[in-house]
C-alpha cells in the first residue's frame, strides 16, 4: 500500500491511474479513443461514484484523519493571498494551534482563522495535535470583532480533534473560552462561513463554527465525541469504533440531512490528500459563490439569520 492512499482505495485508485495513462498516451499521439475505450472511461466513473457513496462512517473518519490530508493552513495558503497573521489574544499568550488574519479571497478582504496541527512531530506537540488552549479561543474571538470593526467577512477552517484537554487549559478555563466565543458568534454583524476540513471534535470545533454558513468537506466528520470515546462508553470495546462511528452520525451526508451544516463539498477521489491542489480550488471557488449573496445582506440580517439557523437544529416535542 502506498503512503497516501489508504487500503480500501488502493485498488480503485490503482485502476483509475492507469486508465488515465492510457488516455493521455491516446491523447499525445492524436488518436481518437474507441467506442469501448469510451464505454470503459465511462464505466470506471460509475465506479468512482459508486466508491464515494459507499465508504463507512469508519472510513471517512480516517479519511479524515490521514496524514497526508491538507490542513487548514495548506487551504489558507492555496485559496487567499496576501495573509497577514495576527498574534496573540492580549490577554496570557499566543496559541500556534490557531493561526489567522487578514488576507484577500479573489480581490475581497476577508479575515481567516484556521487551526493547525502540524508537519512532523515538534510541530504536533507545540500545537497539541491541532486541539487549541483558551488563548487560542480568545485570540480568535479577537480576530473576529477586529474583521467586524474592518467590515470583512470572516472564513473559519476547523481541523481539531477537540479543544486541549490538559491540566492548563483547565487553570485559564478553557470552557469558558468556548462559551464566550459560542455567544459573541451569533453577536457578529459580518457573513461568517465556517468549514469542516478534517476532524471536527464536539465543542472544540463548534467554538470556532458558529456561521451564516457551515460547511464540509465530503470526508471529514463533526461529532460530540470520537468514535473511540463512543465505542469505550457505550460497550467497553475498542474494536466497535466503527459501530460507534455508524451509529453517531458524523459524516458529513448525515450532517446535512439533518441541518446542522449547509453544503457538503466535493472533494477529488480517494480523499483531498490525493489531489491537494484540485481539493484547494473547489473549496475556494465554493466560498467565492457562497460569500457572494452573504455581502449584500445587511448587519442586523446576518445576526438574525445565524441565530435563526441554529435554532432550527433539532427535533423538539411537546
Known amino acids: ?57 469508519w ?10 490530508r491538507p490542513h487548514p493552513q495548506f487551504f489558507c495558503r492555496m485559496i487567499f493571498t496576501d495573509f497577514m497573521e495576527l498574534h496573540g489574544d492580549r490577554r496570557y ?8 488574519g487578514f488576507a484577500l479571497l479573489g480581490n ?9 496541527k502540524g508537519h512532523n512531530l515538534e ?4 500545537n497539541h495535535f491541532g486541539c487549541p488552549e483558551p488563548e487560542g479561543y480568545r485570540k480568535a474571538l479577537r480576530l473576529m470583532k477586529l474583521a467586524e470593526k474592518a467590515r470583512c467577512p470572516i472564513i473559519t477552517l476547523v481541523d481539531t480533534p477537540g479543544a486541549y484537554p490538559g491540566i492548563s487549559g483547565g487553570e485559564r478555563h478553557i470552557g469558558e473560552a468556548i462559551a464566550v466565543n459560542l455567544r459573541e458568534m451569533f453577536r457578529l454583524t459580518v457573513p461568517v462561513v465556517c468549514v469542516i476540513t ?9 467554538g470556532l463554527a458558529v456561521g451564516n454558513k457551515v460547511l464540509m468537506l ?9 468514535p473511540e470515546g463512543c ?25 446535512l440531512k439533518f441541518k446542522i451544516i449547509d453544503e457538503v463539498i466535493p472533494e477529488p477521489l480517494g480523499g483531498a490528500h490525493c489531489k491537494p491542489g484540485e481539493a484547494a480550488n473547489i473549496l475556494k471557488a465554493a466560498l467565492i459563490r457562497i460569500l457572494k449573496p452573504l455581502w449584500k445582506k445587511s448587519p442586523s440580517r446576518l445576526k438574525d439569520d445565524r441565530y435563526e439557523r441554529f435554532r432550527k437544529i433539532g427535533v423538539f416535542k411537546g
Request: negative net charge; hydrophobic residues 40%.
Open 93 to 100: 499568550g499566543d496559541d500556534w494551534a490557531v493561526g489567522g
Open 231 to 255: 465505542a469505550a462508553i457505550l460497550w467497553r470495546d475498542e474494536t466497535r469504533t466503527a459501530d460507534a462511528a455508524k451509529a453517531l452520525k458524523l459524516t458529513a451526508d448525515d450532517l
Open 198 to 206: 478534517g476532524e471536527g471534535g464536539s465543542g472544540g470545533a463548534l
Open 59 to 68: 472510513q471517512r473518519v480516517r479519511l479524515a484523519r490521514h496524514p497526508l
Open 1 to 57: 500500500m502506498s503512503e497516501g492512499n489508504l487500503d480500501f482505495s488502493e485498488p480503485l485508485l490503482e485502476l483509475v491511474h492507469r486508465a488515465d495513462s492510457v488516455k493521455r498516451s491516446f491523447q499525445q499521439r492524436g488518436l481518437h479513443l474507441d467506442s469501448e475505450l469510451k464505454e470503459l472511461f465511462q464505466n470506471i466513473q460509475e465506479v468512482e461514484e459508486n466508491f464515494q457513496r459507499s465508504l463507512t462512517p
Open 218 to 226: 465530503a470526508n471529514a466528520y463533526y461529532s460530540v465525541i470520537t
Open 108 to 116: 475581497r478582504p476577508v479575515m481567516v482563522i484556521f487551526t493547525r
Open 123 to 126: 510541530q504536533y506537540l507545540l
